[in-house]
């Protein structure tokens, strides 16, 4: 038993197994039912067509004149059997008997049987009534199906009868013949029903990239749960820009109710490029994001859109974070390399006696001044500013490189947060390429000018370094562009530009007394409304 139940299992599994058995199983029912009545119904209708025929070729007959005439004289020559087997010749009709008043047959096939009376006692509603109707009885050929017809003389009298019969075995023949034809089309029905069940579920299968349905439920569950695991916000469209599918993220994001809906209009322009697009900015209700934009395609026809936005503020927060910990990794590092260094020369000053410049190098002082660190705090009264130049000016002092607050500088109000929250980005990346380009210098030392008067908050930084290649100056804010070495991102000046632009602030390069100037322009107040 579990051996069969084996054998059959394949078809509660695929697609194509469970069609092929439905359609088969559906024609196979009908065949069987057609079966069983078909006979039936082609037998009423057969005998409800030859009986319409004989009762009709009765009725000609007992109109003709030639017949009247010949029934009314009784027929004393003989003349009407040879008439009416001359008829019968010409018609398919098994029988056509003619009988007077009395029911006594005038003609018959079987001429031996002529002058007998008709068998049968069918002829009362054509002598008492002149009807003309359709009887079943048994006469002498068998069972039969008739065609029963009064025949009136020239003063409208009752003279005789005419029945014209079909036996019922040839009614069933004809059945037969009609049923086994009727269901060689039903069997073939059958073989098309398959072959196209076949070709029905391969394009069905096809439609759904091959996947079976318990493999696409399985799928919408992981997609469903995969969405939703995801920190990004994802929205797919079609091609006019509705939305088809969001997660939760996005629901929060834009304030999307139900579906169908539009996205963010910010948003949609791009959609509706069916374009690919990647870590571009799009400002959707005064809050920046980055966004990828990728078209779905099917059968190479670019079927809708997927986006995935993520805010901007919380990229910047990575980022930092990362950079914050390379930058930690590199001075834990360094400071490995310069304290062994360091053990190594006192020990040889140790072991060869000089114990005067051990001590010396001991007691030598490592860290910064810190009174430096107070004129920062004194002159630079926005919390945030501060604290990325004192941090910066430990990661140079560390780097061997010198930071100089340019005594002009000056930051007398605290910074709008809605600006103060993107400087980390922006002074970050450029103090640090700042430091790095000093780094290779002979002078070594970076200049930091910063001011709030006027309409704008200035940053100037000033490096030491060899300056900026012309060939490379319109490049280095380019997504991905880096002089540094694959280790490197390269998203650092990009990241700059596009929080600016979005700012409503610039950035510019240029030529210092030592190296490289770079002045960074942003408006006081609230963010610009696009």
């Known amino acids: 038993m579990n051996q069969t139940l084996k054998k059959f299992s394949f078809l509660r599994e695929g697609l194509l197994p469970k069609i092929l058995l439905f359609s088969t199983m559906l024609v196979i029912i009908t065949l069987l039912t057609f079966t069983l009545f078909l006979s039936q119904i082609l037998k009423e209708l057969m005998e409800e067509q030859i009986g319409q025929r004989a009762l009709a070729i009765s009725q000609t007959i007992s109109m003709m004149p030639e017949v009247i005439d010949l029934v009314e004289k009784k027929d004393p020559e003989g003349k009407l059997q040879e008439f009416i087997s001359y008829i019968e010749r010409h018609i398919d009709a098994e029988f056509i ?32 009534y002149g009807m003309y109707y359709i009887s079943k009885s048994i006469g002498t050929l068998g069972p039969s199906i008739r065609g029963k017809s009064p025949i009136f003389n020239r003063h409208g009298d009752i003279i005789g009868i005419v029945s014209v019969g079909y036996l019922e075995k040839q009614v069933s023949q004809i059945v037969e013949q009609y049923r086994h034809n009727f269901l060689s089309y039903l069997y073939g029905a059958l073989l098309i029903t398959i072959f196209m069940a076949f070709v029905l579920s391969k394009k069905i299968k096809n439609s759904l990239l091959g996947y079976e349905p318990k493999e696409i439920s399985r799928l919408f569950l992981e997609k469903e749960a995969i969405l939703n695991a995801v920190k990004e916000a994802i929205i797919a469209t079609d091609k006019e820009g509705h939305i088809t599918l969001f997660n939760e993220v996005a629901k929060n994001y834009f304030h999307l109710n139900e579906m169908p809906s539009d996205p963010p209009h910010a948003l949609q322009k791009f959609l509706l490029t069916c374009k690919e697009l990647k870590d571009i900015n799009i400002d959707i209700d005064n809050t920046e994001y980055i966004c990828n934009l990728s078209p779905l395609v099917h059968d190479d026809l670019t079927i809708g859109m997927v986006a995935s936005c993520r805010k901007k503020e919380e990229i910047d927060s990575l980022v930092w974070e990362l950079t914050r910990v390379k930058q930690y990794s590199e001075r834990l590092r360094e400071k490995k390399h310069e304290f062994s260094n360091l053990l190594h020369l006192i020990s040889g000053h140790i072991q060869i006696g000089e114990y005067d410049q051990a001590i010396a190098l001991i007691s030598q002082d490592h860290i910064p001044d810190e009174k430096i660190i107070e004129r920062f705090q004194s002159v630079i009264y926005d919390s945030v500013v501060a604290s990325i130049f004192i941090g910066k000016y430990y990661f140079a002092f560390d780097k061997g490189v010198k930071i100089i607050l340019d005594e002009n500088s000056s930051i007398q109000e605290i910074i709008d947060p809605s600006i103060s929250k993107h400087l980390l980005t922006i002074l970050g990346n450029i103090i640090n390429n700042a430091i790095d380009a000093a780094a290779t210098s002979e002078k070594k030392e970076v200049i930091l000018f910063a001011t709030d008067i006027g309409n704008d908050i200035i940053f100037d930084i000033e490096d030491s370094g060899g300056g900026i290649q012309d060939d490379i100056r319109e490049r280095i804010f380019e997504k991905g562009f880096t002089t540094k070495g694959e280790l490197h991102s390269g998203y650092g000046l990009f990241f700059v530009k596009s929080t600016l632009e979005w700012l409503g602030g610039f950035i510019s390069i240029g030529k210092g007394n030592y190296g490289t100037i770079i002045s960074i322009h942003i408006p006081k107040g609230s963010l610009r409304n696009d």
Do not use: C, Q, W, Y
Not at 104 to 115: D, M, V
């Open 97 to 128: 008997v003619i009988g007077d008043t009395n029911s006594i047959r005038l003609t018959h096939p079987n001429k031996k049987r002529i002058g007998h009376k008709m068998v049968g006692e069918d002829n009362d509603l054509a002598f008492k």
